[in-house]
């Protein structure tokens, strides 16, 4: 049966090729990358072959958008051992074949002006938006593979995901952030600002896109990057990729254009919607630290005194209406900051759902079956809580929340815990998940390899008129004064100083003590009760 689909495939690939063949132009060979040559359409005007990246040297890109058909052929030396080589295509990432080797009997001799070569073709290819890939490599080396890509469709424009200024704290540092950008943004750099950190939209062909930033003031370009990092910024449970950039290289206050575009040799003909490709962005820089000369300084002087002038007049027009519009912005400030809040809020309960299915495939991996149906069980009735949109929960269900947690780890990690209240607390209520991320980092970070000899303890004490919540762990610790990715805890510190915002009557107060005996945090919430 097998022999018979085989034959089949074979006859239809075959059947394909003859068609594909008939509008190739075989006289006309383009580099394709290492070994690789292709012949195209006799009426593709635009073949932008053969680009090499920097930061994929292996790696050969061709782009195109006007092929209906590629035919693929492979060259080599005399002095290649052909029988070990073997190689792979995939279309879409989908295999058409795998490690497969060369056929020697369709070898034939090619002359070239200086040696002669052995060559065959590896097939002719529909490629109209679709994507063809070759891999390379020779069972004698084959860590050295050769990786070529066949673009035949557009190529997406770069979005730039979110923005990240970083400052020098004195426990380390701590990174302000800007999501989903529009066109334009402003930033001030102050003394303890260093690094702008960009994160683009995640996609199979990241390397293909380099930046540039431009001072719109001088037209000449400060920056360039041709590569990406990842960790640290995720996105629909991918890593992003993202450039970080030194606050030095912005000399002076003033807008700059960030420029996101492939690094694709154009040639003499590049397409004439060329601006669909690139992503631009104006930064509206401020430094607080920079030189003028004096004719800048005279410039700026006239347009501060002209600046207050107008706002004088302003302030003297509107004063009767000062009061009312302050408390209207007042109002405003604190809809914003609960807006901010409820995002943080959005992003955490993916967060910890993204953790908890994490433990449930880590239970089926280890074929677990009954604690790992016991695991969903409770996750079932946890997911309900988590996605309740309730600003505020009493400490009962938040109890409730995090012993239905902790009993879900304890079966992947058979540690201990406890969890104490002051008595008449349970009805006293607290923003929803406050606690979450620090137990679910306990479980994690602290006591994940100690098996049963690892142990949490969780308390709610009433002191005076403050609730103290305080979790506990046996871990090794961890180095406090060190800043970390972790997603769960930077919306943590963000949530807790909107809170601050919020409750300006109280005040949440975030205390980690950490020794190589275990780790404690106190969390507390003044003048709560």
């Known amino acids: 049966m097998k022999r018979i689909i085989f034959t089949f495939l074979s006859f239809v690939v075959a059947l394909s090729t003859v068609n594909a ?81 060369i056929n020697r009997e369709q070898l034939k001799d090619v002359e070239r002006p200086d040696e002669i070569f052995r060559s065959t073709t590896l097939g002719i290819f529909p490629i109209k938006d679709k994507t063809i890939t070759t891999i390379i490599y020779s069972i004698e080396k084959p860590l050295d593979i050769e990786k070529s890509v066949f673009y035949g469709k557009p190529i997406p424009r770069a979005e730039i995901k979110a923005f990240a200024k970083r400052s020098v704290t004195e426990k380390g540092f701590d990174h302000s952030h800007i999501i989903g950008p529009k066109e334009r943004t402003s930033f001030i750099f102050t003394e303890k600002d260093d690094e702008l950190t960009i994160v683009k939209d995640r996609t199979d062909i990241d390397y293909l ?49 960030i420029i996101i575009q492939p690094l694709i040799r154009w040639n003499t003909s590049p397409p004439t919607d060329i601006e669909e490709y690139i992503t631009r962005h104006t930064l509206s820089v401020t430094l607080d630290q920079e030189n ?16 207050i002038g107008l706002v004088f007049l302003v302030i003297l027009y509107f004063i009767k209406e000062s009061n009312k519009r302050r408390l209207t912005e007042k109002e405003q400030q604190r809809n914003t900051v609960r807006l901010q809040l409820n995002s943080i809020r959005s992003q955490l309960n993916p967060h910890f759902l993204f953790n908890a299915l994490s433990g449930i495939q880590n239970l089926m991996n280890k074929n677990e079956i009954d604690n790992a149906n016991k695991y969903l069980s409770k996750f079932a009735r946890l997911t309900r809580n988590v996605l309740d949109d309730k600003e505020l929960i009493s400490l009962s269900q938040e109890k409730k929340l995090l012993d239905d947690y902790l009993q879900m780890e304890q079966l992947r990690f058979g540690f201990k815990y406890e969890i104490n209240c002051s008595k008449n607390l349970d009805n006293v209520e607290i923003p929803s998940m406050l606690l979450q991320p620090f137990v679910e980092n306990a479980v994690k970070h602290g006591i994940s390899q100690k098996a049963t000899a690892g142990k949490i303890m969780i308390e709610f004490i009433k002191e005076a008129n403050n609730l103290v ?32 915002r919020i409750y300006k009557g109280n005040h949440f107060t975030l205390a980690i003590q950490s020794t190589t005996n275990g780790t404690k945090i106190c969390l507390t919430l003044t003048d709560w009760l």
């Open 21 to 101: 063949q008939k509008g190739i132009n075989f006289s006309r060979k383009y580099a394709a990358g290492g070994k690789l040559l292709m012949s195209v359409d006799s009426s593709a005007k635009n073949v932008y072959y053969n680009n090499i990246f920097p930061n994929q040297p292996n790696t050969s890109f061709s782009y195109l958008p006007e092929v209906n058909n590629v035919s693929i052929q492979i060259y080599f030396r005399k002095k290649d051992s052909v029988q070990h080589y073997r190689y792979t295509i995939l279309a879409d990432d989908k295999p058409i074949v795998v490690n497969k080797p």
């Open 209 to 257: 896109y380099y930046t540039s930033i431009k001072d719109k003031q001088t037209n000449k370009t400060i920056f360039e990057s041709t590569s990406w990092l990842y960790g640290g910024y995720v996105d629909d449970h991918k890593l992003s990729p993202y450039i970080k950039i030194d606050k030095s290289v912005f000399k002076k206050s003033g807008d700059y254009e």
């Open 292 to 307: 003028y000369t004096k004719s800048e300084l005279l410039k700026y002087a006239l347009i501060v005194a002209l600046s």
């Open 469 to 500: 919540l305080t979790v506990s762990d046996n871990g090794n610790g961890f180095d406090t004064e060190k800043k970390f990715d972790g997603l769960g805890l930077q919306l943590s510190d963000s949530r807790i100083a909107l809170l601050n």
